[in-house]
């Protein structure tokens, strides 16, 4: 986002899994923590990087538990399986949440008053509710790159009410497409029973009793002004290569 390069960004995520690897080596030494940190020291994105680093065999099952049982679902994909209701009442459902709240205590270390909080991907779906309860005024914008079911798949999901309220505990949720959007206004009015208002240029309000989520489609794209920009600072050396194939004509 263009007005974010006028913020301080701080990045909070799981490194690399070749990190982790290279971590396992180093643990007689030094920490997971203290070596990924020195690693992630010589990347160059223009932000304060902050590594949450659950171990191996806790990200393996999260891993496992999402592939198997929510990425699919999300995708349209209904596998019939005996232990889903199982896994996701019990240890599975567990190492979800636990995962989600390394990230929660990771924002929490470095947050202050008035940040606004960027959420991506399906993955952190629990993350805007376990958030909301440690700080009631954050402000949350939650990126879904992911498409979002329909209800009658969405519903097959046992724990779809705590996941639809983490959701909507967030302040702004933008979907790639109208559809992913509709099939979530749907699940939210069906499953639920969540009051809808519309608003002005194809903006969606939910309510979740007193707190209101605002909903929103925006096409996944590239910045076009800074592509503009470039090609008219870079004019002369593009016409220059462009030249090297005018004998190909």
Not at 47 to 60: F, Y
Not at 105 to 117: K, N, P, Q, S
Request: with cysteine; net charge negative; glycine share 4%.
């Amino acid at each position: 986002l263009p007005s974010l390069k006028q913020r301080e960004v701080k990045f909070v995520g799981t490194p690399p899994a070749e990190m982790f690897a290279a971590a396992a080596d180093q643990i007689s030494h030094q920490s997971v923590e203290d070596f990924i940190s020195e690693c992630l020291s010589s990347y160059d994105m223009g932000c304060e990087l902050r590594p949450v680093t659950p171990s191996q065999d806790e990200l393996s099952e999260f891993q496992s538990f999402y592939h198997k049982h929510v990425y699919s679902l999300i995708h349209s994909v209904i596998k019939l399986r005996l232990d889903f209701s199982k896994q996701f009442n019990g240890q599975g459902w567990r190492c979800w949440s636990s995962i989600t709240k390394l990230f929660v205590d990771a924002i929490l270390d470095i947050y202050e008053e008035g940040d606004v909080v960027f959420i991506h991907g399906a993955e952190m779906m629990l993350l805007p509710g376990m958030l909301r309860a440690k700080i009631p005024n954050v402000c949350i914008c939650l990126a879904q790159h992911s498409p979002f079911p329909s209800s009658e798949i969405f519903r097959s999901l046992p724990k779809r009410a705590e996941i639809l309220q983490s959701l909507l505990s967030a302040d702004l949720i933008s979907f790639h497409n109208y559809a992913y959007a509709r099939h979530f206004v749907t699940a939210c009015s069906r499953l639920a029973g969540y009051e809808l208002k519309p608003l002005a240029d194809g903006l969606v309000e939910v309510f979740s009793g007193d707190k209101a989520c605002t909903l929103r489609t925006k096409h996944t794209g590239v910045d076009l002004h800074s592509i503009r920009r470039q090609i008219r600072e870079q004019r002369a050396e593009i016409d220059r290569h462009l030249g090297q194939y005018e004998s190909f004509r």
